[in-house]
């Protein structure tokens, strides 16, 4: 079956250190693999994305993230947290649709910026 | 560009009511998905729209339908609404094809009482 798995729901870094939120994908296929933001009160933003090629991938607002098909994962990371980070982060998989995608998400992990 | 719209943003609806949803797709775009996303969840897939038509579903009762119009706008139905279906409901839309990005919606918050 196809599925994401964030295993830490909540995470608390101190302003200016490194991060990384982890993700592991269940999914028979090729995938496609996103890392989406949200924000209190606000919509999904699309940090960065995976299709093919390069292993690692650079997003917006600093972030990036590597695909290891080794370990069926694709952990998000920042080499220096922001305050602004805090926020909701959704890793989700884009499954076959026709001949579309539809997203398979995780939990999330919520992160916490300490000043 | 306004980017994908949705209305309302907020709604209070009685059990047993029926509601519905609305959203504009971002220009380009020709296909819509909706999520709900339960609070402190993930979003979950409800259905896909393309050319009017219904393409895929999650596993989700037939009290939700949808529809897509002519100009890719699309509208999401619940009906017969039950206290669990309180969350908030995303839209997303895309170009067509399998490389393609999904954009969001701020989502409708439906709460059920």
């Known amino acids: 079956a196809q599925s994401v798995t964030q295993p830490d729901i909540h995470i608390t870094v101190s302003e200016g250190a490194s991060l990384e939120l982890r993700c592991n994908y269940s999914?028979?296929?090729?995938?496609?693999l996103f890392w989406y933001v949200q924000s209190p009160g606000q919509g999904l933003q699309l940090l960065l994305k995976?299709?093919?090629?390069d292993t690692l991938v650079q997003g917006i607002k600093g972030f990036e993230a590597e695909f290891k098909r080794s370990q069926s994962s694709f952990n998000l990371r920042k080499p220096s947290v922001h305050w602004s980070d805090a926020a909701e982060y959704f890793c989700?998989?884009?499954?076959?649709?026709?001949?579309?995608?539809?997203?398979?998400w995780g939990l999330g992990t919520s992160l916490a910026v300490n000043p | 560009d306004a980017g994908v719209t949705q209305s309302p943003t907020h709604l209070i609806k009685t059990r047993g009511q029926q509601v519905t949803l609305r959203c504009s797709p971002k220009?380009?775009?020709?296909?819509v998905s909706w999520y709900q996303q339960a609070l402190g969840q993930g979003p979950q897939f409800i259905f896909q729209?393309?050319?009017?038509?219904?393409?895929q579903r999650g596993n989700f009762p037939d009290r939700f339908s949808g529809h897509q119009f002519p100009n890719y706008s699309s509208e999401l139905n619940v009906n017969a609404l039950l206290l669990g279906d309180s969350a908030l409901y995303l839209c997303?839309?895309?170009?067509?094809?399998?490389?393609?990005?999904?954009?969001f919606g701020q989502g409708t918050r439906l709460t059920v009482v």
């Open positions: 997303a839309s895309s170009p067509t094809g399998m490389n393609t990005e999904a954009f």
């Open positions: 220009s380009g775009h020709d296909t």
């Open positions: 729209y393309y050319e009017e038509e219904e393409r």
């Open positions: 999914y028979g296929a090729t995938p496609y």
């Open positions: 995976y299709f093919s090629g």
């Open positions: 989700a998989v884009g499954a076959r649709a026709g001949n579309n995608r539809k997203l398979i």
